[in-house]
Nanobody, 126 residues
Framework: QVQVVESGGGLVQAGGSLRLSCAAS????????MGWFRQAPGKEREFVAA????????YFADSVKGRFTISRDNAKNTVYLQMNSLKPEDTAVYYC???????????????????WGQGTQVTVSS
């Protein structure tokens, strides 16, 4: 089973930056699409960004487009989420997820991901 561990969360001022890391086990890491989702208390989990095996194929939610960047280092089995110009609305628990090898779901759908990390808290102060 794939193990997914997020890190890098914390408290940051509005307008600041934060970089999240996601380490996933498995020698076939490079074959999987990876995604970032977030969930605020009392709200549904929402899509943030995703990256396919090729770094030329990335996807972002409209709410973060232009501010967030997703990248991956397959040699290190790690995916990164660079968050710039952070807003209080970005406050949430951020989850990294591994897409199912067999999935017809859109990249922004939680149903298409098989393995999830425990989440890392991101808090943006005003």
């Amino acid at each position: 089973q794939v193990q997914v561990v997020e890190s890098g969360g914390g408290l940051v001022q509005a307008g600041g930056s934060l970089r999240l890391s996601c380490a996933a086990s498995g020698r076939t890491f490079s074959s999987y699409t990876m995604g970032w989702f977030r969930q605020a208390p009392g709200k549904e989990r929402e899509f943030v960004a995703a990256i396919r095996r090729s770094e030329g194929n990335t996807y972002f939610a409209d709410s973060v487009k232009g501010r967030f960047t997703i990248s991956r280092d397959n040699a290190k089995n790690t995916v990164y989420l660079q968050m710039n110009s952070l807003k209080p609305e970005d406050t949430a628990v951020y989850y990294c997820a591994v897409r199912s090898f067999i999935s017809s779901r859109p990249y922004y759908s939680t149903d298409g991901y098989a393995y999830w990390g425990q989440g890392t808290q991101v808090t943006v102060s005003s």
